[in-house]
Protein backbone atom coordinates (compact mmCIF):
# COMPACT_ATOMS: atom_id res chain seq x y z
CA UNK A 1 0.00 0.00 0.00
CA UNK A 2 1.36 3.48 -0.88
CA UNK A 3 2.00 5.44 1.69
CA UNK A 4 -1.53 8.52 2.13
CA UNK A 5 -0.37 12.07 0.85
CA UNK A 6 -2.47 15.42 1.08
CA UNK A 7 -2.52 17.42 -1.87
CA UNK A 8 -0.87 20.56 0.03
CA UNK A 9 2.16 21.99 1.00
CA UNK A 10 4.88 24.06 -0.23
CA UNK A 11 5.63 21.78 -2.84
CA UNK A 12 2.25 21.33 -3.98
CA UNK A 13 1.56 22.94 -7.48
CA UNK A 14 -1.99 24.52 -9.18
CA UNK A 15 -0.45 21.84 -12.15
CA UNK A 16 -1.14 18.44 -9.31
CA UNK A 17 -4.55 19.33 -9.35
CA UNK A 18 -6.69 16.52 -10.25
CA UNK A 19 -9.84 17.71 -12.72
CA UNK A 20 -12.00 18.40 -11.04
CA UNK A 21 -10.71 18.05 -7.76
CA UNK A 22 -11.66 14.26 -6.84
CA UNK A 23 -10.00 12.52 -3.94
CA UNK A 24 -9.15 9.20 -5.24
CA UNK A 25 -8.10 8.08 -1.76
CA UNK A 26 -9.78 6.87 0.85
CA UNK A 27 -9.80 8.60 4.56
CA UNK A 28 -6.87 10.75 3.70
CA UNK A 29 -8.98 13.19 5.57
CA UNK A 30 -7.17 12.24 8.54
CA UNK A 31 -3.80 12.88 7.72
CA UNK A 32 -5.26 17.00 7.62
CA UNK A 33 -4.24 18.74 10.98
CA UNK A 34 -7.46 20.16 11.97
CA UNK A 35 -6.92 19.77 15.62
CA UNK A 36 -5.86 23.69 15.71
CA UNK A 37 -9.17 24.34 15.00
CA UNK A 38 -9.95 23.53 17.96
CA UNK A 39 -10.54 26.48 21.39
CA UNK A 40 -11.29 23.11 24.09
CA UNK A 41 -9.89 19.35 24.29
CA UNK A 42 -11.53 16.50 25.91
CA UNK A 43 -9.56 15.06 28.95
CA UNK A 44 -10.58 11.75 29.74
CA UNK A 45 -10.45 11.40 33.60
CA UNK A 46 -9.48 7.61 33.92
CA UNK A 47 -10.85 7.67 37.60
CA UNK A 48 -14.63 7.58 36.12
CA UNK A 49 -14.26 5.82 32.71
CA UNK A 50 -15.87 2.82 32.67
CA UNK A 51 -14.65 2.01 29.43
CA UNK A 52 -18.46 1.95 27.78
CA UNK A 53 -17.67 3.38 24.50
CA UNK A 54 -19.83 5.96 23.92
CA UNK A 55 -17.55 8.78 23.55
CA UNK A 56 -16.10 6.56 20.52
CA UNK A 57 -19.61 5.59 19.21
CA UNK A 58 -21.13 9.21 19.10
CA UNK A 59 -18.05 11.29 18.18
CA UNK A 60 -19.08 12.77 14.34
CA UNK A 61 -15.54 12.08 12.96
CA UNK A 62 -13.59 9.38 14.15
CA UNK A 63 -11.97 11.32 16.00
CA UNK A 64 -11.77 9.12 19.51
CA UNK A 65 -9.38 5.95 19.36
CA UNK A 66 -9.56 2.59 21.65
CA UNK A 67 -6.64 1.94 23.15
CA UNK A 68 -5.68 -1.61 24.22
CA UNK A 69 -6.08 -1.13 28.20
CA UNK A 70 -9.93 -0.54 26.80
CA UNK A 71 -9.95 3.18 27.67
CA UNK A 72 -10.54 5.73 24.77
CA UNK A 73 -8.59 8.71 24.23
CA UNK A 74 -9.12 11.68 21.58
CA UNK A 75 -6.67 11.90 18.75
CA UNK A 76 -5.36 15.63 19.15
CA UNK A 77 -4.00 16.04 15.64
CA UNK A 78 -8.03 15.37 14.18
CA UNK A 79 -10.32 16.16 16.93
CA UNK A 80 -11.55 19.47 16.32
CA UNK A 81 -13.72 19.95 19.78
CA UNK A 82 -17.13 20.08 19.48
CA UNK A 83 -17.32 18.79 22.90
CA UNK A 84 -20.11 15.68 22.02
CA UNK A 85 -17.73 13.47 23.71
CA UNK A 86 -18.03 15.09 26.93
CA UNK A 87 -22.01 15.48 26.42
CA UNK A 88 -22.71 11.97 26.40
CA UNK A 89 -20.42 11.10 28.67
CA UNK A 90 -22.53 8.69 31.43
CA UNK A 91 -19.91 9.02 33.73
CA UNK A 92 -19.36 12.49 33.25
CA UNK A 93 -15.62 11.51 32.93
CA UNK A 94 -14.74 13.96 29.87
CA UNK A 95 -14.35 17.35 31.18
CA UNK A 96 -13.83 20.08 28.11
CA UNK A 97 -10.88 22.23 28.99
CA UNK A 98 -9.85 25.60 27.12
CA UNK A 99 -6.71 24.96 25.34
CA UNK A 100 -5.34 28.20 26.35
CA UNK A 101 -5.41 27.24 29.96
CA UNK A 102 -3.63 23.87 28.63
CA UNK B 1 -30.78 10.80 -46.15
CA UNK B 2 -30.87 14.48 -44.02
CA UNK B 3 -34.93 15.65 -43.86
CA UNK B 4 -36.18 19.71 -43.91
CA UNK B 5 -38.94 20.29 -41.06
CA UNK B 6 -40.99 22.86 -39.51
CA UNK B 7 -39.68 23.40 -36.12
CA UNK B 8 -39.72 25.79 -33.08
CA UNK B 9 -36.31 26.39 -32.12
CA UNK B 10 -37.41 24.52 -28.21
CA UNK B 11 -38.17 21.81 -30.05
CA UNK B 12 -34.94 21.85 -32.69
CA UNK B 13 -33.01 21.84 -29.16
CA UNK B 14 -34.82 18.89 -28.29
CA UNK B 15 -34.44 16.95 -31.39
CA UNK B 16 -30.68 17.18 -30.97
CA UNK B 17 -31.24 15.69 -27.43
CA UNK B 18 -33.08 12.83 -28.48
CA UNK B 19 -30.09 11.87 -31.28
CA UNK B 20 -27.84 12.83 -28.73
CA UNK B 21 -29.79 9.84 -27.01
CA UNK B 22 -29.07 11.14 -23.74
CA UNK B 23 -29.23 8.77 -20.21
CA UNK B 24 -30.58 11.79 -17.91
CA UNK B 25 -33.22 14.77 -18.45
CA UNK B 26 -33.93 16.88 -14.92
CA UNK B 27 -35.60 19.93 -15.63
CA UNK B 28 -38.31 22.23 -13.48
CA UNK B 29 -41.57 22.16 -15.77
CA UNK B 30 -43.38 25.25 -14.93
CA UNK B 31 -42.34 29.26 -16.11
CA UNK B 32 -39.83 30.55 -16.89
CA UNK B 33 -39.70 26.67 -18.23
CA UNK B 34 -39.83 26.44 -22.50
CA UNK B 35 -41.24 23.89 -24.95
CA UNK B 36 -37.87 21.81 -24.71
CA UNK B 37 -38.21 19.86 -21.60
CA UNK B 38 -42.21 19.75 -22.43
CA UNK B 39 -41.07 18.29 -26.33
CA UNK B 40 -38.53 16.16 -24.08
CA UNK B 41 -40.94 14.78 -21.81
CA UNK B 42 -43.28 13.57 -24.84
CA UNK B 43 -40.37 12.20 -26.45
CA UNK B 44 -39.51 9.85 -23.06
CA UNK B 45 -43.50 9.06 -22.72
CA UNK B 46 -44.00 7.86 -25.97
CA UNK B 47 -40.52 5.90 -26.00
CA UNK B 48 -39.16 8.10 -28.80
CA UNK B 49 -36.22 8.32 -26.38
CA UNK B 50 -34.82 6.25 -23.38
CA UNK B 51 -33.70 8.39 -20.79
CA UNK B 52 -34.92 9.12 -17.17
CA UNK B 53 -36.57 12.52 -17.32
CA UNK B 54 -36.97 13.59 -13.64
CA UNK B 55 -39.10 16.48 -13.08
CA UNK B 56 -37.91 18.25 -9.84
CA UNK B 57 -39.41 20.97 -7.83
CA UNK B 58 -37.41 23.72 -8.48
CA UNK B 59 -34.25 24.49 -11.11
CA UNK B 60 -31.55 24.66 -7.99
CA UNK B 61 -32.90 20.94 -7.79
CA UNK B 62 -32.63 20.14 -11.46
CA UNK B 63 -28.99 20.95 -11.77
CA UNK B 64 -28.17 19.09 -8.26
CA UNK B 65 -29.33 16.37 -10.10
CA UNK B 66 -27.48 16.75 -12.92
CA UNK B 67 -24.36 16.41 -11.01
CA UNK B 68 -25.31 13.05 -9.17
CA UNK B 69 -26.15 12.12 -12.83
CA UNK B 70 -23.16 13.26 -14.77
CA UNK B 71 -20.98 11.88 -11.55
CA UNK B 72 -22.43 8.12 -12.25
CA UNK B 73 -21.24 8.85 -16.14
CA UNK B 74 -24.80 9.63 -17.62
CA UNK B 75 -25.27 11.89 -20.51
CA UNK B 76 -27.21 14.24 -18.32
CA UNK B 77 -28.73 17.64 -19.79
CA UNK B 78 -31.28 20.32 -18.54
CA UNK B 79 -32.90 23.68 -19.70
CA UNK B 80 -34.10 26.94 -17.83
CA UNK B 81 -34.77 30.35 -18.79
CA UNK B 82 -34.48 33.66 -16.96
CA UNK B 83 -35.35 33.95 -12.95
CA UNK B 84 -35.39 29.75 -13.41
CA UNK B 85 -31.26 30.50 -13.99
CA UNK B 86 -31.24 32.74 -11.74
CA UNK B 87 -32.14 30.26 -8.92
CA UNK B 88 -30.09 27.64 -10.38
CA UNK B 89 -27.27 29.88 -10.06
CA UNK B 90 -25.21 28.43 -6.84
CA UNK B 91 -25.55 25.06 -8.84
CA UNK B 92 -24.30 26.44 -12.05
CA UNK B 93 -20.85 27.32 -10.23
CA UNK B 94 -20.61 23.46 -9.02
CA UNK B 95 -21.29 21.92 -12.35
CA UNK B 96 -18.30 23.52 -14.09
CA UNK B 97 -16.22 23.22 -11.02
CA UNK B 98 -16.58 19.75 -10.39
CA UNK B 99 -15.96 19.39 -14.05
CA UNK B 100 -19.08 17.64 -15.12
CA UNK B 101 -20.08 17.59 -19.28
CA UNK B 102 -23.52 18.94 -18.94
CA UNK B 103 -25.17 20.34 -21.48
CA UNK B 104 -28.23 23.15 -20.71
CA UNK B 105 -30.24 24.97 -23.40
CA UNK B 106 -31.05 28.47 -21.90
CA UNK B 107 -34.14 30.31 -23.82
CA UNK B 108 -32.73 33.81 -23.07
CA UNK B 109 -34.94 36.33 -20.93
CA UNK B 110 -35.18 38.82 -18.81
CA UNK B 111 -34.70 39.10 -15.24
CA UNK B 112 -37.52 41.11 -12.50
CA UNK B 113 -38.95 43.13 -11.63
CA UNK B 114 -40.45 44.32 -12.89
CA UNK B 115 -41.75 40.62 -13.65
CA UNK B 116 -40.87 39.95 -16.96
CA UNK B 117 -40.56 36.39 -18.89
CA UNK B 118 -39.74 38.05 -22.22
CA UNK B 119 -36.64 37.91 -23.85
CA UNK B 120 -33.09 39.28 -23.76
CA UNK B 121 -29.45 38.22 -22.90
CA UNK B 122 -29.40 39.40 -18.93
CA UNK B 123 -29.54 35.85 -18.20
CA UNK B 124 -26.69 34.72 -19.67
CA UNK B 125 -24.46 37.34 -18.58
CA UNK B 126 -25.16 36.67 -14.74
CA UNK B 127 -23.41 33.55 -15.22
CA UNK B 128 -20.67 34.49 -17.52
CA UNK B 129 -18.14 33.86 -14.72
CA UNK B 130 -18.79 30.41 -13.82
CA UNK B 131 -17.05 28.51 -16.29
CA UNK B 132 -19.43 27.36 -18.51
CA UNK B 133 -18.98 27.00 -22.39
CA UNK B 134 -21.38 29.54 -23.41
CA UNK B 135 -22.71 29.70 -27.38
CA UNK B 136 -25.45 32.15 -29.08
CA UNK B 137 -27.62 30.98 -32.03
CA UNK B 138 -29.10 33.05 -34.45
CA UNK B 139 -31.60 30.85 -35.49
CA UNK B 140 -33.99 27.61 -35.18
CA UNK B 141 -31.21 25.37 -37.44
CA UNK B 142 -28.44 26.41 -34.84
CA UNK B 143 -30.15 25.82 -31.99
CA UNK B 144 -30.49 22.40 -33.37
CA UNK B 145 -26.74 22.10 -34.59
CA UNK B 146 -25.18 23.80 -31.13
CA UNK B 147 -27.32 21.62 -29.12
CA UNK B 148 -25.76 18.72 -30.61
CA UNK B 149 -22.31 19.99 -30.88
CA UNK B 150 -22.15 20.68 -26.85
CA UNK B 151 -22.31 17.29 -26.64
CA UNK B 152 -19.53 16.74 -28.03
CA UNK B 153 -16.91 19.52 -26.91
CA UNK B 154 -18.29 19.29 -23.44
CA UNK B 155 -17.55 15.58 -23.30
CA UNK B 156 -13.80 15.70 -24.97
CA UNK B 157 -11.73 14.16 -22.45
CA UNK B 158 -9.32 17.46 -22.67
CA UNK B 159 -12.58 19.73 -21.72
CA UNK B 160 -14.94 18.27 -19.36
CA UNK B 161 -16.49 21.85 -18.58
CA UNK B 162 -20.34 22.33 -19.43
CA UNK B 163 -21.83 24.12 -22.39
CA UNK B 164 -24.46 26.46 -22.01
CA UNK B 165 -26.53 26.92 -25.29
CA UNK B 166 -28.21 30.67 -25.72
CA UNK B 167 -31.12 31.04 -28.33
CA UNK B 168 -33.47 33.95 -27.93
CA UNK B 169 -36.40 33.61 -25.74
CA UNK B 170 -39.84 33.83 -27.86
CA UNK B 171 -37.84 34.94 -31.42
CA UNK B 172 -36.47 31.48 -31.92
CA UNK B 173 -37.59 29.40 -29.14
CA UNK B 174 -41.48 30.01 -29.17
CA UNK B 175 -40.71 30.49 -33.71
CA UNK B 176 -41.32 28.47 -36.66
CA UNK B 177 -38.66 28.18 -38.81
CA UNK B 178 -37.53 25.38 -41.29
CA UNK B 179 -34.37 22.97 -39.79
CA UNK B 180 -32.74 20.47 -41.47
CA UNK B 181 -32.46 17.10 -38.94
CA UNK B 182 -29.78 14.60 -39.73
CA UNK B 183 -29.76 11.11 -39.96
CA UNK B 184 -29.00 8.96 -37.03
CA UNK B 185 -26.27 7.42 -38.01
CA UNK B 186 -24.48 10.94 -38.95
CA UNK B 187 -25.26 12.02 -35.42
CA UNK B 188 -23.57 8.94 -33.82
CA UNK B 189 -20.50 9.57 -36.04
CA UNK B 190 -20.26 13.06 -35.16
CA UNK B 191 -20.99 12.04 -31.06
CA UNK B 192 -19.45 9.32 -29.71
CA UNK B 193 -20.32 7.50 -26.74
CA UNK B 194 -20.09 9.57 -23.50
CA UNK B 195 -16.94 7.54 -21.24
CA UNK B 196 -16.80 10.04 -18.03
CA UNK B 197 -13.13 9.23 -16.85
CA UNK B 198 -13.79 9.86 -12.93
CA UNK B 199 -17.40 7.89 -12.99
CA UNK B 200 -19.06 6.85 -9.22
CA UNK B 201 -17.88 3.13 -8.80
CA UNK B 202 -17.48 1.11 -5.55
CA UNK B 203 -14.56 -0.88 -6.97
CA UNK B 204 -12.89 2.35 -7.69
CA UNK B 205 -13.99 4.60 -4.79
CA UNK B 206 -13.16 8.30 -4.74
CA UNK B 207 -14.39 11.76 -3.14
CA UNK B 208 -16.45 14.43 -5.48
CA UNK B 209 -16.96 17.82 -4.43
CA UNK B 210 -14.49 17.64 -1.06
CA UNK B 211 -13.54 20.88 0.59
CA UNK B 212 -11.13 23.12 -0.49
CA UNK B 213 -9.39 24.93 2.40
CA UNK B 214 -7.94 27.99 1.79
CA UNK B 215 -4.42 26.50 1.28
CA UNK B 216 -5.40 24.57 -1.95
CA UNK B 217 -8.84 27.10 -2.87
CA UNK B 218 -6.35 29.26 -5.30
CA UNK B 219 -4.75 26.22 -6.52
CA UNK B 220 -7.96 24.53 -7.74
CA UNK B 221 -9.28 28.06 -9.48
CA UNK B 222 -6.05 28.37 -11.30
CA UNK B 223 -5.86 25.08 -12.50
CA UNK B 224 -9.51 25.38 -13.41
CA UNK B 225 -8.54 28.75 -15.53
CA UNK B 226 -6.21 27.03 -17.33
CA UNK B 227 -8.07 24.59 -18.44
CA UNK B 228 -11.43 26.30 -19.45
CA UNK B 229 -9.36 28.47 -21.53
CA UNK B 230 -7.36 25.67 -23.26
CA UNK B 231 -10.72 24.35 -23.91
CA UNK B 232 -11.22 26.39 -26.85
CA UNK B 233 -8.70 24.62 -29.28
CA UNK B 234 -11.59 22.06 -28.92
CA UNK B 235 -14.72 24.36 -29.25
CA UNK B 236 -13.31 25.61 -32.76
CA UNK B 237 -11.91 21.65 -33.58
CA UNK B 238 -15.65 20.67 -32.82
CA UNK B 239 -16.96 23.41 -34.79
CA UNK B 240 -14.60 21.80 -37.75
CA UNK B 241 -15.89 18.74 -37.04
CA UNK B 242 -19.55 19.52 -37.42
CA UNK B 243 -19.06 21.48 -40.52
CA UNK B 244 -17.47 17.92 -41.71
CA UNK B 245 -20.09 15.79 -41.01
CA UNK B 246 -23.15 18.17 -41.13
CA UNK B 247 -22.13 20.92 -44.01
CA UNK B 248 -22.30 24.07 -41.75
CA UNK B 249 -19.23 25.64 -40.28
CA UNK B 250 -19.73 28.05 -37.62
CA UNK B 251 -16.54 30.27 -35.85
CA UNK B 252 -16.42 31.53 -32.44
CA UNK B 253 -16.31 35.13 -34.43
CA UNK B 254 -18.14 35.15 -37.20
CA UNK B 255 -17.61 37.65 -39.70
CA UNK B 256 -20.68 39.04 -42.64
CA UNK B 257 -19.83 41.43 -45.11
CA UNK B 258 -16.80 42.76 -43.13
CA UNK B 259 -14.09 42.67 -46.03
CA UNK B 260 -12.82 46.58 -46.15
CA UNK B 261 -15.80 47.68 -43.66
CA UNK B 262 -14.76 50.82 -42.13
CA UNK B 263 -17.61 50.43 -39.47
CA UNK B 264 -18.57 46.90 -37.95
CA UNK B 265 -21.73 45.98 -35.58
CA UNK B 266 -21.13 43.33 -32.94
CA UNK B 267 -24.02 41.51 -32.12
CA UNK B 268 -25.16 38.50 -30.23
CA UNK B 269 -27.97 35.60 -31.14
CA UNK B 270 -30.99 36.17 -33.36
CA UNK B 271 -31.29 39.89 -33.61
CA UNK B 272 -28.53 39.53 -36.00
CA UNK B 273 -30.36 38.50 -38.90
CA UNK B 274 -32.17 41.67 -38.49
CA UNK B 275 -29.23 43.97 -38.62
CA UNK B 276 -27.58 41.61 -41.57
CA UNK B 277 -31.00 43.68 -43.73
CA UNK B 278 -29.37 46.61 -42.73
CA UNK B 279 -26.14 46.02 -43.28
CA UNK B 280 -26.96 44.63 -47.03
CA UNK B 281 -29.35 47.90 -47.65
CA UNK B 282 -26.19 49.95 -46.73
CA UNK B 283 -23.88 47.83 -48.56
CA UNK B 284 -25.93 48.17 -51.45
CA UNK B 285 -25.66 52.39 -51.31
CA UNK B 286 -21.95 51.77 -51.23
CA UNK B 287 -21.06 52.07 -47.10
CA UNK B 288 -18.83 50.51 -45.62
CA UNK B 289 -20.36 48.43 -42.89
CA UNK B 290 -19.62 44.54 -42.35
CA UNK B 291 -21.34 42.50 -39.15
CA UNK B 292 -19.59 40.13 -36.60
CA UNK B 293 -21.88 37.59 -35.07
CA UNK B 294 -19.83 36.83 -31.53
CA UNK B 295 -21.10 33.18 -30.95
CA UNK B 296 -18.50 32.32 -28.27
CA UNK B 297 -19.05 34.28 -25.19
CA UNK B 298 -16.97 31.83 -22.56
CA UNK B 299 -14.17 31.08 -23.09
CA UNK B 300 -13.75 34.44 -24.55
CA UNK B 301 -12.56 34.48 -28.30
CA UNK B 302 -9.73 37.28 -27.75
CA UNK B 303 -7.48 36.47 -30.30
CA UNK B 304 -10.28 35.74 -32.76
CA UNK B 305 -11.69 39.15 -32.61
CA UNK B 306 -8.51 41.29 -32.78
CA UNK B 307 -7.98 39.51 -35.90
CA UNK B 308 -11.86 40.37 -37.34
CA UNK B 309 -11.56 43.64 -36.46
CA UNK B 310 -8.06 44.72 -36.85
CA UNK B 311 -8.93 46.73 -39.79
CA UNK B 312 -11.63 48.55 -38.79
CA UNK B 313 -12.05 52.01 -37.94
CA UNK B 314 -15.31 52.22 -35.61
CA UNK B 315 -17.14 49.25 -33.92
CA UNK B 316 -20.50 49.36 -32.57
CA UNK B 317 -21.76 47.07 -30.18
CA UNK B 318 -25.01 46.10 -29.68
CA UNK B 319 -26.11 44.40 -25.95
CA UNK B 320 -29.69 42.55 -24.53
CA UNK B 321 -28.06 43.65 -21.35
CA UNK B 322 -27.55 46.50 -19.28
CA UNK B 323 -24.89 46.32 -16.15
CA UNK B 324 -26.22 49.13 -13.58
CA UNK B 325 -24.01 51.62 -12.87
CA UNK B 326 -21.25 49.60 -14.86
CA UNK B 327 -20.07 50.57 -18.49
CA UNK B 328 -23.44 49.79 -19.88
CA UNK B 329 -23.58 45.75 -21.79
CA UNK B 330 -21.68 43.46 -20.52
CA UNK B 331 -20.46 42.54 -24.97
CA UNK B 332 -19.53 46.15 -25.59
CA UNK B 333 -16.96 46.20 -22.37
CA UNK B 334 -15.77 42.59 -23.10
CA UNK B 335 -14.72 43.88 -26.30
CA UNK B 336 -13.23 47.46 -25.15
CA UNK B 337 -11.10 45.36 -23.08
CA UNK B 338 -10.28 42.86 -25.38
CA UNK B 339 -8.81 45.40 -27.78
CA UNK B 340 -7.16 47.78 -25.36
CA UNK B 341 -3.50 46.41 -25.88
CA UNK B 342 -3.78 46.37 -29.56
CA UNK B 343 -1.66 49.40 -30.94
CA UNK B 344 -4.21 51.06 -33.04
CA UNK B 345 -7.55 50.15 -31.79
CA UNK B 346 -10.83 50.88 -33.14
CA UNK B 347 -13.28 53.42 -31.58
CA UNK B 348 -16.36 51.41 -29.87
CA UNK B 349 -19.93 52.59 -29.26
CA UNK B 350 -21.94 50.70 -27.28
CA UNK B 351 -25.37 50.50 -27.62
CA UNK B 352 -28.33 48.75 -25.21
CA UNK B 353 -31.70 48.02 -26.25
CA UNK B 354 -33.99 45.01 -27.04
CA UNK B 355 -34.44 44.35 -23.15
CA UNK B 356 -37.86 42.31 -21.60
CA UNK B 357 -38.65 41.36 -25.26
CA UNK B 358 -38.70 44.83 -26.90
CA UNK B 359 -38.42 44.59 -31.12
CA UNK B 360 -35.53 45.62 -32.53
CA UNK B 361 -36.49 46.43 -36.50
CA UNK B 362 -34.58 47.52 -39.03
CA UNK B 363 -35.31 50.89 -38.64
CA UNK B 364 -33.93 50.62 -35.26
CA UNK B 365 -30.73 48.91 -36.32
CA UNK B 366 -30.60 51.98 -39.44
CA UNK B 367 -30.41 54.12 -36.37
CA UNK B 368 -27.72 52.25 -34.43
CA UNK B 369 -25.78 52.29 -37.42
CA UNK B 370 -25.69 56.27 -38.50
CA UNK B 371 -26.41 57.22 -34.32
CA UNK B 372 -23.24 54.97 -33.77
CA UNK B 373 -20.99 56.53 -36.69
CA UNK B 374 -22.27 59.96 -35.27
CA UNK B 375 -20.83 59.71 -31.56
CA UNK B 376 -17.57 57.73 -32.82
CA UNK B 377 -16.85 61.12 -34.89
CA UNK B 378 -17.76 63.52 -32.14
CA UNK B 379 -17.87 61.94 -29.06
CA UNK B 380 -20.47 61.79 -26.42
CA UNK B 381 -20.88 62.66 -22.87
CA UNK B 382 -23.25 59.45 -22.24
CA UNK B 383 -21.08 56.38 -21.34
CA UNK B 384 -23.31 54.29 -24.03
CA UNK B 385 -26.23 54.88 -26.33
CA UNK B 386 -29.23 53.46 -25.74
CA UNK B 387 -32.17 52.46 -28.81
CA UNK B 388 -35.96 52.34 -28.82
CA UNK B 389 -36.31 53.94 -25.80
CA UNK B 390 -39.03 56.75 -25.41
CA UNK B 391 -38.17 60.03 -24.39
CA UNK B 392 -34.19 61.56 -24.55
CA UNK B 393 -32.02 59.84 -22.24
CA UNK B 394 -29.65 61.78 -20.64
CA UNK B 395 -27.81 60.95 -17.37
CA UNK B 396 -25.61 57.82 -17.85
CA UNK B 397 -22.19 59.67 -17.29
CA UNK B 398 -19.36 58.65 -15.53
Redesign the interface.
Known sequence: MTEKRLKTGPDFTWGDMEIGNIVTEAGNAALRRTGDWRSQRPVVDREKCNKCGLCWLYCPDAAIEPLKDGYYEPDLFYCKGCGICASVCPKEAITMIEEEEV | MSKRVALEASHAAAEAVRMADVDVIAAYPITPQTHVPERLAEMVANGELDAAYIPVESEHSAMSTCLGSAAAGARTFTTTAGQGLELMHEVVYVAS????PIVMVICNRALSAPLSVWGDHSDAMAVRDTSWIQVFCENNQQAFDMTLWAFRVGENPSV?FPVMVHFDGFHLSHVTEPVILPEQDEVDRFLPKFQY??TLDPSR????G?F??P??Y???K??QE??FRKSKDVIIQGFKEFGDIFGRYYDPVEPYKTENARTLLIIQGSFSETAKLVVDEKRDKGESIGLIHLRLWRPFPFKELRQAVKDAETIIVFDRCISFGGPGGPVCSEIKSALYDMPRRPKVVGFVGGLGGRDMSVKDFEYVLDRGREVAEKGSDEIFETVGVRGEVTGIKG
Open positions: SMRFLPFPMTHAGPDILETIAVA
